[in-house]
Each structure stands twice: as C-alpha cells, then as structure tokens.
C-alpha cells in the first residue's frame, strides 16, 4: 500500500482554515479547489470569527495561523481543544518557531511549517481526514471518547519536526535541540551505545549520532523516549512498562534487521524501524489512560490463555494496533509506519502480500516472544504463514529469526 487509508471516505467532513490575511485564504481556497467536491472547507480571519464559525456546526479539522492580531493561533487552538476536543488541530508556523512550539506542543496534533507545498498540505488534510473517518467505527470512537484527551506531540520531538522542514535545517542544529533536553539526550545516547546499533565506537554527542544513525531513526527514538517518558503510568502487579519499552526496542531493531536482508531501500529500513518501537504504544495509551480496564484485559489474556489483543477487543472493543495507529495517524506520521502499528497483529488483513512495516514488524514481534524469557501477556502471537507465503516470504521465517538471534547474543555479550 503506498499511503494509510482507514476506509472510504463517504462522510462529508469540513476543514476550517484560520489566518488574518486574505491573501493567504485566498490562496488555500484556490490550493484546495481540487478536493471541494469531497470536502467542507470553511475560512476565517480571526480566532473569534473561528470560534463562532465552530459553534454553528461540526468541524473535523482546525488548520490555524500561529501569528494573528488579538487572539493568536496558540489561543485559539487552546480554546478548541477545551470546547471542540473531537477536533484535530494543526498549527501553521515559521520555520523552527520554537516559541509557538513551547506554547502549543500540549494542544496541537501537528505542526506545518510556512510557505506550505500544496501536495504536502493536501497529504496531511486527507491523512487527517481519514483517521476522522476511522473513527465512524463506533467502538473506536466509544474507545477514544473515554480518554479525556489524546497526548500530543513530545516537546522534543515537536520541534524536531518544525527544524526539519527547513531546507537550511543542519545535524548540528538536530543535535543541539536534543542536547537541550538532558534526559532525553542522555536515553538517546544510551540507546545509541547498546550493541544493537553495532557501531563498534562510542557515541559521546547527540550530533554524532545523528550523523551516524540518520535523521529518521533519531527522530524514532526521540518520538519513543518522549511518549515513554511523558504519559503518566500507574504501578501495576500484570503488566510492567519496563518490559513494554525492552520488547518494543528489541522488535524496532529485529524488523530493522529484517528489512536489511530483503531490501536495499532505505526509507523502507527506517519505516520498519520505527513501526518497530511504535507498534505497541497503544498498550501503553490504553494503560496510561484506562488502567482498570486494560489491567481487566491484561489479566482475561493471562486467565483464558488468548491473544492480548482479542483480551482488548472483548473489553474494549479495540485493541491496541488500532489505538496505537488512530494517535501516530494524528501525529503525521507516515503511512507506512501506521500501517505497520495497525497490522502487525493481523496480518492476514493486510490487503497487499507484498514485503512492508506490517510484515517486518508482524515476524520481528513473533522472533521476540520466542527469544524473551519474560512471562507473556497471554499467548504468543502465531506466524500468518498464508500470507507470507503469498507475499514470498513463505520460508524466511527461520533465516530472520537466525539473524535476529545473532544481533540479540551480541547486544548480551557486549552489555
């Protein structure tokens, strides 16, 4: 599948566009004109304007202004967030606008930076729009409506989004936005020295690992540290968070290793990376916000002897791919990777056999639980053999999990 789509969209659903300057509305109008026959698009030229605009009716997605006069696009979206929360909020700035970053990063879902690429805009408006969508599922939508608001984008990570979408944006400057955060640079750099990464050199800066790892796998791990470290958790005696992280940075590495032996592109390397440490944070959303319940899951797996993710649809009705790709879709992230998070536990509805994050991450989760010594959440996940079979994968199973042996001894004997 080249992009994520959740399912036809056949509700009409309405973007509102918030900037003081008529030319500016003038412009995404005529940008837009291509998708008004499938969408509501709304315009306003002041953050009240705006607000009124929301009273009278449903809107599905606020795309506001940062700088306006009177209330400010950081005001504005606040105010959303409090009387709209089904709404999802996008926050246009200047390049590396870190002040509108430090404001809004516990109440916009993603940042875009000005002068916006039509394409890129349009991307993001049916990305949006399509998770929307998704949640005309009615026992998501019951799901997400219990949780009292859905976290947004780590601080760090934010900014790193914003730096990168300027084509001046340097792994010096990278660096230096991790490094102002001590515990996030001091994890990133832990990580980075585990025998995982096999660079057979200490890492002493995050500028250097950057430079050595790459953007996108940087951005993965300060994406996890971040969502790890910032949803408040309880201490519970069935599940650990602890383990949670260990498995999900033992999968991210596997399906890394996975997608180097069959493929020689590296956006698809990366992909399988972070669907990798992605594909559980719906476990994790769920624990954070709903304990009792994911903790009555939890303990359903164990006593019945089933999959957690079955556990999770008989008291939730969702399980946890479908959660953890409803947040990363809000997020921005690219599609691939949420398709990874989404179908990693159901492969066989994975509508094209063909190598991608879902099948990485399905095999890299399945070699985990073999090769971990910890007490499983129920039952382990079994291999879909008819699919990797129809995609050509059929006897690469052992071969993967020979491979992935071999990286785990290494990280054991160098630790």
Same mark, same amino acid.
């Given at each position: 599948m080249a992009d994520f789509d959740l399912m036809e969209g056949k509700i009409t659903r309405t973007v509102l566009f918030v900037d003081?300057?008529?030319?500016?509305?003038a412009g995404l109008r005529r940008m837009l004109r291509s998708m008004r026959r499938r969408r509501n698009f709304l315009?306003? @030229? /002041?953050?009240?304007?705006?607000l009124?605009?929301?009273?009278? @009716? /449903?809107?599905?997605?606020?795309?506001?202004?940062?700088r306006m006069p009177g209330m400010d696009g950081a005001e504005l979206l606040t105010a959303v967030k409090k009387r709209h929360p089904g709404c999802i909020r996008v926050m246009l700035t200047g390049h590396a606008d870190n002040e509108a970053i430090l404001r809004t990063v516990g109440v916009v879902h993603q940042f875009l930076s000005k002068p916006i690429d039509p394409d890129l805009l349009r991307q993001v408006l049916e990305r949006a729009l399509a998770l929307q969508d998704h949640m005309e599922n009615e026992r998501l939508r019951a799901l997400i409506s219990g949780i009292d608001s859905l976290p947004c984008l780590p601080q760090t990570f934010a900014r790193l989004q914003t730096l990168l979408q300027s084509p001046d944006c340097s792994m010096a400057e990278v660096g230096r936005v991790i490094e102002s955060d001590l515990a996030m640079s001091a994890k990133i750099l832990q990580l980075v020295n585990s025998a995982f990464f096999g660079l057979f050199r200490h890492v002493e800066s995050p500028a250097r690992a950057v430079n050595l790892l790459g953007l996108d796998t940087i951005k993965a791990l300060v994406l996890a540290v971040g969502v790890f470290s910032e949803l408040q958790t309880t201490r519970s005696a069935v599940f650990s968070v602890a383990d949670l992280w260990s498995h999900s940075f033992g999968c991210a590495m596997f399906s890394r290793e996975i997608a180097r032996l069959e493929e020689q592109n590296k956006e698809m390397v990366d992909n399988c990376f972070i669907a990798g440490l992605m594909h559980d944070v719906g476990k994790l959303l769920l624990f954070?916000?709903?304990?009792?319940?994911?903790?009555?899951?939890?303990?359903l797996a164990r006593e019945n002897g089933m999959l957690l993710a079955r556990a999770e649809r008989a008291v939730f009705g969702a399980d946890h791919g479908a959660v953890g790709g409803y947040l990363l879709g809000l997020w921005g992230l690219p599609g691939p990777v949420v398709e990874g998070v989404v179908f990693h536990q159901r492969l066989e509805?994975?509508?094209?056999?063909?190598?991608?994050?879902?099948?990485?991450?399905?095999?890299a989760d399945i070699i985990c639980h073999r090769l971990d010594q910890k007490p499983l959440v129920g039952i382990a996940p079994q291999a879909a053999s008819e699919h990797l079979a129809e995609a050509g994968y059929g006897d690469r199973l052992e071969i993967w999990e020979s491979h992935c042996v071999a990286l785990?001894?290494?990280?054991e004997k160098d630790d």
């Open positions: 003081d300057e008529p030319n500016i509305l315009f306003a @030229g /002041s953050g009240r304007e705006a009124d605009l929301l009273a009278t @009716g /449903s809107v599905d997605v606020v795309v506001s202004d940062m954070s916000c709903l304990p009792a319940e994911f903790e009555q899951a939890v303990t509805t994975y509508p094209e056999p063909s190598f991608s994050p879902a099948l990485a991450v399905h095999a785990a001894n290494q990280r």
